[in-house]
C-alpha cells in the first residue's frame, strides 16, 4: 500500500489562495474515491470534496456546500497526483486537510494532513 502524500498548506490572509497536492498510486486512481476532507481544531473531520469513479454512472464529483465555488479538485493522472486549488479562503477554512481515498470495499487509506490557516 503506497501511502498518500499530501502537501500545500500553510498561512495565508483572508481572500487569499493556496493549492494542496496529493501524491497517490496508479491504483488509488483507478478505484473507487479520491478526494479531500479537513478537521478544524475540536471538531469531527468533514468532507470537501470527492470523485468517485463507477463502471455503471461514470464520475461523480461531490462538493461541500461551503467550498462550492472557491475550491476545485482536478487530477494529474500521468503523474498520480490530485489537487485542491482553494480561493478566497475564509478564517472558517482553517482546519488540517487530508488526502482521501476509499476503495470500492469501503477501507480508507488517509494522508498525513497539512495545515491550512487563514488569519489577518
Known amino acids: 500500500q503506497v501511502p498518500l502524500e499530501d502537501s500545500g498548506g500553510g498561512l495565508v490572509q483572508p481572500g487569499g489562495s493556496l493549492r494542496l497536492s496529493c501524491g497517490a498510486s496508479?491504483?488509488?486512481?483507478?478505484?473507487?474515491?479520491m478526494g479531500w476532507f479537513r478537521q478544524a481544531s475540536g471538531k469531527g473531520r468533514e468532507l470537501v470534496v470527492s470523485?468517485?469513479?463507477?463502471?455503471?454512472?461514470?464520475?461523480?464529483?461531490n462538493y461541500a456546500e461551503f467550498v462550492k465555488g472557491r475550491f476545485a479538485i482536478t487530477k494529474d493522472r500521468p503523474k498520480n497526483t490530485i489537487y485542491l486549488q482553494m480561493n478566497n479562503l475564509k478564517p472558517e477554512d482553517t482546519a488540517v486537510y487530508y488526502c482521501?481515498?476509499?476503495?470500492?470495499?469501503?477501507?480508507?487509506?488517509w494522508g498525513q494532513g497539512t495545515q491550512v490557516t487563514v488569519s489577518s
Open positions: 496508479e491504483r488509488m486512481f483507478r478505484e473507487y474515491r
Open positions: 470523485i468517485t469513479t463507477s463502471r455503471t454512472v461514470g464520475t461523480i464529483t
Open positions: 482521501n481515498h476509499v476503495r470500492a470495499s469501503g477501507a480508507d487509506v
